[in-house]
Structures are given as C-alpha cells and as structure tokens.
Antibody, heavy 118, light 110 residues
Framework: QVQLVQSGAEVKKPGASVTVSCKASGYTFTSFDINWVRQATGQGLEWMGWMNSNSGNTGFAQKFQGRVTMTRNTSISTAYMELSSLRSEDTAVYYC???????????WGQGTLVTVSS | QSALTQPPSASGSPGQSVTISCTGTSSDVGGYNYVSWYQQHPGKAPKLMIYEVNKRPSGVPDRFSGSKSGSTASLTVSGLQAEDEADYYCSSYAGSNNVVFGGGTKLTVL
C-alpha cells in the first residue's frame, strides 16, 4: 500500500537546524510531488512548501523562504526537509504528504515531533 | 497568504447533517476548483476526505460531500456517526504553487 514513513522525534536548541526524512513506498516516488505541513500543539495545519520528486524543483511558503530546504534521494525514495535557525515557535509536528493530483494530499506520513528548547 | 476562515466548532446529533464552511478570497477558494477537506482525529495524521471541491477518494463514505459558491467552500457530513467526531480542515490552491489551509473546525457528535 502507498505509505510515507517519517523519521523519529527530535529535540533541538534554538539556532540549530533539523532534518526530517520521509520514506515513500508502494508507488513510483518520482511520479508525485511531496509537500510538507506542520502543526503546532493544539493549532491548525500550516503548509510549508512542495518538492517535485523527479526534478527536485521546490517552492516554499513566503514565511519559510530562506530557512527551509527540501531535497530528495530518488535511489531510496526518500524526501528530506531541513529547517534552520530554529526558534521555540518552530516546535510542532511536521508532516510530509504526497500530492496526488495537485494540491490534494494523500497519504500523509505519521508526523515527526520537533521540539525546540534551550 | 492568510489562512482560510472556518468556524472553530460545529456539532450535530447522530443521524443529522452538519455543514462546515471555509471562506477565502478570489485569490484562492474563489479562483480555483482545488479545494480539499481533511479529517484529523486526535494524535493522528490528517486524512483526505474531499478533493477538487466535490470529489471523494475511494474508501471515503458518500455521507461526505463538498461544494463551493464564490469564495466559500463547504463540507457536508450527512447521517452523522460517532466516528465522524474529529477536526476538519479545508485547503485551497492559492496560485504560484502555494497552498493555504483553514484554521480548522472541531466537529462534535452530540
């Protein structure tokens, strides 16, 4: 079945960077974009950006431009999201999601909790 | 982009219907037929329920339906069941390869 499996929880200090991985299975990885969405505790969903899994082209929400990088390793069907200059407000669960026909996301990874604390 | 506007809460009794609205602008909801709806149970990842305004992925019950009028999209859940109690989020394409989400609506089954 189509599945996205993310890396485990991370604890980082302010100013550091974090990389979350998202391993795809059950479909041809390069045929679908991967999007990243985050959710702070008790808050709503926030779209961060997308990556074309074939070309590696990316696009980011204005809020994250300059601080986020999205890459992939097609040989292992894995996407990566790196967020730098972390601050406490970045504490959230980060999700990867496959874009099926454009901007509808299915499935989603299980989420990765990133905690930023001194 | 600003988040789409959803009511914080909605409720209904088992068997009833409830509609959740999602209001945007002509730059997002009103400008494209790329509105999606997601269901999220506590501690779980979101699940796609509706895409392209009114299409249901396979496996989603036909009790869930979507529509759009102008810059407001709506999700209707008919024949409410206990397992429908969850948070619901709308999203829309917002041009220039951007996506925007709504703030979410907590649906309570009374």
């Amino acid at each position: 079945q189509v599945q996205l499996v993310q890396s485990g929880a991370e604890v980082k200090k302010p100013g550091a960077s974090v990389t979350v991985s998202c391993k795809a299975s059950g479909y041809t990885f390069t045929s679908f974009d991967i999007n990243w969405v985050r959710q702070a505790t008790g808050q709503g969903l926030e779209w961060m950006g997308w990556m074309n899994s074939n070309s590696g082209n990316t696009g980011f929400a204005q809020k994250f431009q300059g601080r986020v990088t999205m890459t992939r390793n097609t040989s292992i069907s894995t996407a990566y999201m790196e967020l730098s200059s972390l601050r406490s407000e970045d504490t959230a669960v980060y999700y990867c999601a496959r874009a099926r026909t454009g901007t509808d996301f299915d499935p989603w990874g299980q989420g990765t909790l990133v905690t930023v604390s001194s | 982009q600003s988040a789409l506007t959803q009511p914080p809460s909605a409720s209904g009794s088992p068997g009833q219907s409830v509609t959740i609205s999602c209001t945007g602008t002509s730059s997002d909801v009103g400008g494209y037929n790329y509105v999606s709806w997601y269901q999220q149970h506590p501690g779980k990842a979101p699940k796609l329920m509706i895409y392209e305004v009114n299409k249901r992925p396979s496996g989603v019950p036909d009790r869930f339906s979507g529509s759009k009028s102008g810059s407001t999209a709506s999700l209707t859940v008919s024949g409410l069941q206990a397992e429908d109690e969850a948070d619901y989020y709308c999203s829309s394409y917002a041009g220039s390869n951007n996506v925007v989400f709504g703030g979410g609506t907590k649906l309570t089954v009374l």
